[in-house]
């Protein structure tokens, strides 16, 4: 799988992920049961870290691969 390929993937991922956050939130309050305003704050937090968590997986090959800390010259 190409790079390309992979972040196209995980932006349909995210955004399928979003559609499913704000389809529930919208059904819940057409039926009257709306959620706390702290309720909606955690399950958007949850959101961000899933992404953060999809992208680390995404990218961490191309991380992995690099030399951060390359060693220092001698002397």
């Not at 190409?2 to 995210?14: D, F, H, K, N, Q």
């Not at 399928?16 to 709306?34: D, H, Q, R, S, Y």
């Not at 999809?54 to 010259?73: H, M």
């Amino acid at each position: 799988m190409g790079i390309i390929e992979a972040i196209i993937r995980a932006l349909l991922y995210l955004c399928a992920i979003a559609l499913c956050f704000f389809l529930c939130v919208w059904v819940l309050g057409e039926i009257g049961i709306a959620l706390p305003y702290m309720v909606l704050t955690i399950l958007k937090v949850m959101f961000v870290l899933i992404a953060i968590l999809i992208l680390l997986r995404l990218f961490w090959p191309i991380v992995a691969g690099q030399n951060w800390f390359p060693p220092r010259p001698p002397g």
